[in-house]
């Protein structure tokens, strides 16, 4: 059995995330993105797909970081064009 880092519950189906050179142990999902999913700094939500990276600052989406940084991020899109 192995302590979730995040909440402390000693469960014996927890699991190890490999990232970045560091070792992290979760009981569940949810705890496993509490700690490592980066907060979009426009909304506040988090990040859990590929979101968007512009000038070192993390958006889940293209919109969120037209609305925060309209010059550096000009002309990005959620979706590619079809």
Do not use: K
């Not at 302590?3 to 699991?15: I, K, L, P, R």
């Not at 999902?29 to 859990?48: D, G, K």
């Not at 991020?73 to 959620?78: E, L, Y």
Request: hydrophobic share 35%; proline share 4%.
């Amino acid at each position: 059995m192995a302590t979730c880092e995040v909440c402390g519950n000693d469960y014996a189906m927890s699991f190890e995330v490999h990232a970045q050179g560091s070792v992290h142990t979760f009981d569940s999902f949810e705890c496993a993105i509490t700690r490592m999913a980066p907060i979009c700094e426009h909304c506040e939500c988090r990040v859990l797909g590929h979101g968007v990276e512009v000038g070192r600052h993390w958006y889940c989406s293209a919109h969120c970081a037209r609305v925060a940084d309209p010059e550096h991020a000009r002309g990005m899109h959620d979706a590619a064009p079809v």
